[in-house]
């Protein structure tokens, strides 16, 4: 027998970057700016439904419970104008992440190929892999004005083995936008070549106003609604990331094939906590404005504090995230960099690098988070500004 029982396929999975920067932040007594997750307690209203609703001990339908499915269709109407029938093209899971392994898992044969976008959450590459399948990543390189892509290489990313493409907008970890032309490339080749597109949309509502375009789901596109199976959740959005609510909307043939996995995976999830989700994806649009409008403050504070330490900052037009090139501070990578952040200044970051399949792309690139607490940003950034200091 072998000392390590785990599959050879997945032994290149390791503890997450998430998990090790975490514990290093509370080793240290650091402020953790590593991993993406509020310390708000998210919108009254939500946590006032939860009160209401009673216990729900027993097991909610496989699809999510009908008030849900009608909050997720009305809410994809009411912002982006997708008409999805609640019972059957919407399916409620464990969080955005089991909705995309469960897309892959359902959707990809051994050999087939997924093309998707490095930097990528690293749940995407563990998916998969456990799939079976072949990663063809197109790097995002950063530029003056944000991440762009090479049109020739996602040209040939494309071959006779796709299956499907995994996009993520707007991107972790880059908080890129994609463009309208850059969507409408996308839309082409999908159509081209024939093949799914999986879009992992939870920051949907988390595109700031200085953004060069707003966001806009691919479905919406021609000729992608009926090829499109879009994932979101309630977890960025309202501030509750734990408790792991997500959905896939589309045709009801690739929504079927979400929930014939799912069903094998965690089978039904969050029964107590989905009358509360509806009730928050109704809440009125001042929510979603002043919810996005504080964490633009955020970011700019805390952008202020990494120009004004040193750091060269990139643009961030969304999501939880700013990214910063270490250059100009330190000849390191950018792993040996955050390890030894916490002691120069009690601040955890995370390395970008681990998201690429061509490290090098991202070895000098590093990511905070922004989801936190006005006087804990200000605290942080205070503390960044040391590292600029003689």
């Not at 309208?180 to 490339?185: G, P």
Request: a negative charge; one cysteine or more.
């Amino acid at each position: 027998m072998t000392s390590d029982p785990l599959v050879e396929r997945m032994r290149a999975f390791g503890t997450t970057i998430f998990t090790e920067m975490s514990a290093l932040a509370v080793r240290t007594g650091s402020i953790n700016l590593g991993q993406g997750f509020p310390d708000t307690d998210g919108p009254q209203e939500m946590l006032d439904a939860v009160a209401r609703s009673g216990p729900a001990n027993q097991y909610p339908p496989l699809y999510g419970i009908p008030a849900l499915r009608t909050a997720i269709t009305d809410h994809d109407r009411r912002f982006w104008g997708l008409d999805r029938d609640p019972d059957g093209e919407v399916v409620v899971t464990a969080g955005a992440t089991e909705a995309v392994a469960a897309a892959i898992l359902g959707l990809c044969e051994p050999g087939d190929e997924v093309v998707c976008f490095e930097p990528y959450y690293d749940s995407y590459a563990a998916s998969i892999t456990l799939a079976g399948a072949v990663r063809r990543p197109v790097t995002l390189r950063p530029e003056k004005d944000g991440y762009r892509f090479d049109e020739g290489e996602l040209r040939a990313a494309f071959g006779p083995r796709t299956r499907m493409v995994l996009l993520n907008s707007p991107h972790n970890p880059t908080g890129k936008v994609f463009t309208r032309a850059e969507l409408s490339l996308i839309a082409e080749l999908c159509q081209e070549h024939d093949v799914y597109a999986v879009t992992d949309e939870v920051y949907e509502h988390l595109v700031f106003s200085d953004a060069a375009e707003r966001h806009t789901p691919l479905a919406t596109l021609p000729g992608m609604d009926e090829r499109t199976l879009r994932i979101s959740s309630a977890g960025k959005t309202f501030s509750c990331t734990g408790w792991k609510v997500g959905w896939a909307t589309g045709p009801a043939a690739l929504v079927s094939t979400v929930a014939r996995v799912k069903q094998f995976l965690t089978f039904v999830n969050a029964g107590p906590l989905q009358p509360a989700v509806a009730v928050a994806l109704g809440l009125p649009d001042g929510y979603f404005t002043e919810f996005r409008a504080g964490l633009q403050a955020r970011r700019d504070r805390l952008v202020a504090g990494l120009t004004e330490a040193g750091f060269d900052v990139l643009r961030s037009e969304g999501t939880y995230f700013v990214t910063a090139d270490i250059t100009p501070l330190s000849g390191k990578d950018g792993a040996d960099f955050c390890r030894e952040l916490p002691g120069r200044c009690g601040v955890v970051a995370v390395p970008t690098q681990v998201f690429y399949d061509h490290q090098e792309a991202g070895r000098h690139l590093i990511r905070f988070a922004f989801c936190k607490r006005e006087e804990v940003i200000n605290e942080a950034a205070q503390r960044l500004t040391k590292l600029g200091r003689p």
